[in-house]
């Protein structure tokens, strides 16, 4: 709320963001929704300024956003990361192995993240992986804005 107010009192005329809203892996890894599951869980963590939102953001922003007068615009923006991008996907696993892991204390669960991202690391190195990054990207315009 704090970030919506601050947003709304500042004089600049438009606002654009692209907004996290969830993630697909393109392989046929049965797995694959329980870990992007915990990279929600991850993302959602309490952090110093408060609470992240993650994959709520757009509905949040949507809620907050529908009360004002001014020219606000949600437009889905679905990023297909290709087998040919190693290095966005070398980036995802590499996020992911640092933020999944702190969602949980136990062994058996980190053995089991360990095996299904090293079959990532290795289906990434035969040219095999792919993700759909999906995305709200947000246009506010001001109204009283020229």
Known sequence: QELFDHLKSTHAPKLFSIIYQNMEWLDEDIDNPYFVAKYHEHM????????????????????????IPDTILFEASNWEVRPTDKSL??????????????TSGDPSFNARFEKWHSQKVNCLSKGLLGAKVLHQDLL???KDST
């Open 44 to 67: 959602q963590r309490m952090q110093a300024d408060g609470p992240a939102l993650g994959p709520d953001c757009v509905d949040t922003c949507k809620k907050y956003f529908s009360v």
């Open 140 to 142: 506010w315009i001001k």
């Open 89 to 102: 996907l070398n980036h995802l696993l590499r996020f992911y192995k640092r933020s999944i892991p702190a």
